[in-house]
């Protein structure tokens, strides 16, 4: 193969991968992205809450339901 036929297989290649990550970009920022946030009404048993990291069901004592809320780890003791 000469160095011309090298030279412009590598460049159609470089061409090709270009407009792959434009469509793959474009595709990306077209879809509907649905956010869901830690709130609401919860139990334990029926109702749990969204899952996310962090969000968790608080419940006061002597209640049988309660809210979703971000919960704060524990420090390691």
């Known amino acids: 193969?000469?160095?011309k036929t090298i030279k412009n297989t590598f460049l159609a290649a470089i061409a090709a991968a270009?407009?792959?990550a434009?469509?793959?970009s474009a595709r990306q920022l077209s879809l509907?992205?649905?956010t869901t946030t830690c709130s609401g009404f919860c139990d334990k048993k029926k109702h749990p809450c969204p899952n996310i990291l962090g969000c968790g069901c608080v419940i006061?004592?002597?209640f049988t339901s309660g809210t979703c809320n971000f919960i704060a780890a524990k420090p390691a003791k």
């Open 32 to 34: 509907n992205v649905q």
């Open 18 to 20: 270009i407009l792959c």
């Open 22 to 24: 434009g469509t793959v």
């Open 1 to 3: 193969m000469t160095k």
């Open 60 to 62: 006061q004592p002597g």
